[in-house]
């Protein structure tokens, strides 16, 4: 799968961690054990000690047992760190509807990644395996992307997220002042979140992507392609990529320019070929 996974949309969620129904024993994959086991017996199993908290010898099925509550602890965390973001979100959304008959947000989507993806990053990038060290170098386990009509007004929602008291940034990346060489353009924000759970706070690290209509069509395209291809993508299509990344840069540009045209109309003439233009009018 991509990176990314399958979206959801801001209502709905899709990659909780697993639940059993209430009073029903615990399912344990054999083949699971039998390498769990396996691993035990070889004195291979320090990832899954390391993640469990567990001593050398004991029965893999107590080692098994405590990862999958340990990884499903941890993920729950980012789940309630995602939707605390969708929250905030969402509020600043419908207050602009709901004020100025406008809103700057045109979608919202998230997701979770999926333990089979967090495993194979863990792995790529070389992370040491207990849940402290993932939470620090891992920081897109928990992933949000805002898009907007317009250029300005990424650079709006991004200014209004960090503003909010209770986020701290960790990170900024402008690839829509420096695009990557590939075209690629978007605004990347790592944002920690508190989440208040029973017994303690646990600040949670959630990536935030905020690109225009455009870019995200643009991107959504180029991760098609380069899945399929399994990041091999012959050369013509490369070239093909960047060309239509250029196009849509300059199609954000015509569709700032149009908004600013009609703001600038409204303001001067309000009455233009017997049409009324507002303020709160969507071209705003």
Do not use: C
Not at 27 to 47: G, M, N, R
Not at 87 to 112: C, G, M, Q, W
Not at 195 to 218: G, H, K, N, Y
């Amino acid at each position: 799968m991509p990176e990314w996974g399958i979206y959801r949309g801001v209502s709905s969620y899709e990659a909780q961690p697993e639940k059993s129904a209430a009073g029903a024993p615990e399912v344990v994959d054999p083949t699971a054990v039998l390498k769990a086991e396996a691993a035990v017996k070889a004195d291979a199993v320090e990832p899954l000690r390391s993640l469990a908290g567990v001593a050398p010898g004991e029965d893999p099925r107590d080692v098994l047992r405590d990862v999958r509550a340990h990884l499903a602890t941890f993920m729950m965390e980012y789940k309630f760190a995602l939707d605390e973001v969708e929250t905030k979100t969402n509020i600043l959304r419908e207050e602009f509807e709901l004020a100025n008959d406008y809103s700057p947000i045109e979608h919202v989507k998230s997701r979770l990644k999926s333990l089979e993806s967090l495993a194979e990053k863990v792995a790529r990038m070389n992370v040491p395996s207990d849940l402290a060290s993932i939470r620090e170098e891992i920081r897109d386990i928990a992933g949000i992307r805002v898009t907007t009509a317009f250029v300005e007004d990424t650079y709006l929602i991004a200014d209004m997220l960090t503003r909010q008291r209770d986020l701290t940034v960790l990170a900024r990346k402008d690839y829509i002042a420096e695009p990557k060489e590939n075209g690629y353009q978007s605004l990347h924000l790592v944002v920690s979140v508190p989440v208040f759970l029973s017994d303690r706070t646990v600040e949670v690290p959630v990536e935030v992507q905020i690109r225009t209509i455009a870019m995200d069509f643009w991107a959504s395209v180029e991760h098609q392609i380069y899945y399929k291809y399994a990041g091999q993508v012959p050369p013509h299509l490369n070239l093909t990529l960047t060309e239509v990344a250029r196009i849509a840069a300059a199609l954000d540009m015509e569709m700032g320019a149009l908004r600013s045209e009609v703001q600038s109309l409204a303001q001067e003439a309000p009455q233009v070929r017997g049409e009324t233009f507002r303020p709160d009018d969507p071209l705003r």
